[in-house]
C-alpha cells in the first residue's frame, strides 16, 4: 500500500522536468536513472531523445522524438566526434521546438521546471535563456575523463611555445 504522506507529494508537485540526453548508452542510462529518481519524487518527465530504449519500458515518462536527419545508417558511418558535431550542428533548433511545443501543450497543466541536459548540449543553455527555465548539466564522465580535463591546463602550458 502506497504510502498517504508520498502520494500527497507526489500529487502536490506537478513540476515538468525535461530531459535531454546525448544518444550514447553511457549518457543515456545515468540520464533515465536520473529520471526514475525524480519521478519517485513527484516530477512530471519529460524526455527529448534522438535514440532511444523502447520508450514502451519507462511508461512513467514521456518522450518527445526530435530528429538529426540522419538514417541510422548514415550515423553508424559516423566517427562518435563528427556524429557529437553533427548533433550539435542540427538539434538547436528541434531542440528549441520541442521546448516551445511543450510550453504550449493544452495538455500540460503546469510549465517545465528546469532542463537537465548532457554537458556537451551547450546550446541547451540558450534554449532555456530564452523561455527562460532554468538549466541543469548532468555530467557522466568517468573517473578517466576528469584526469584526462584535469592534464589539459598542463599540456597547454608545456606545449603552447
Given amino acids: 500500500m502506497d504510502n498517504p504522506k508520498t502520494a500527497n507529494r507526489q500529487r502536490r508537485n506537478g513540476c515538468r522536468l525535461v530531459l535531454f540526453p546525448l544518444p550514447f548508452q553511457g549518457h543515456i542510462n545515468p540520464m533515465i536513472q536520473l529520471a526514475k529518481i ?21 511508461p512513467h515518462f514521456t518522450f518527445h522524438l526530435i530528429s538529426d536527419g540522419l538514417s541510422e545508417l548514415e550515423a553508424s558511418k559516423l566517427d562518435t566526434l563528427r556524429l557529437i558535431k553533427h548533433l550539435i ?18 495538455d500540460s497543466n503546469y510549465g517545465i521546471g528546469c532542463v537537465v541536459s548532457d554537458a556537451i548540449w551547450h546550446f541547451t543553455q540558450a534554449a532555456a535563456d530564452k523561455f527562460k527555465i532554468p538549466r541543469i548539466v548532468l555530467r557522466t564522465s568517468s573517473v578517466c575523463s576528469f584526469l584526462a580535463f584535469s592534464a589539459l591546463p598542463t599540456l597547454r602550458e608545456r606545449y603552447s611555445h
Avoid: K
Avoid at 525524480?38 to 519507462?58: A, E, K
Avoid at 528541434?94 to 510550453?103: H, S, V, Y
Fill in 38 to 58: 525524480l519521478h519517485s519524487r513527484g516530477f512530471t518527465i519529460s524526455i527529448i531523445p534522438y535514440n532511444f530504449p523502447d520508450p514502451s519500458n519507462y
Fill in 89 to 106: 550542428a542540427h538539434c538547436v533548433e528541434p531542440f528549441e521546438q520541442c521546448l516551445a511545443q511543450l510550453l504550449s501543450s493544452n
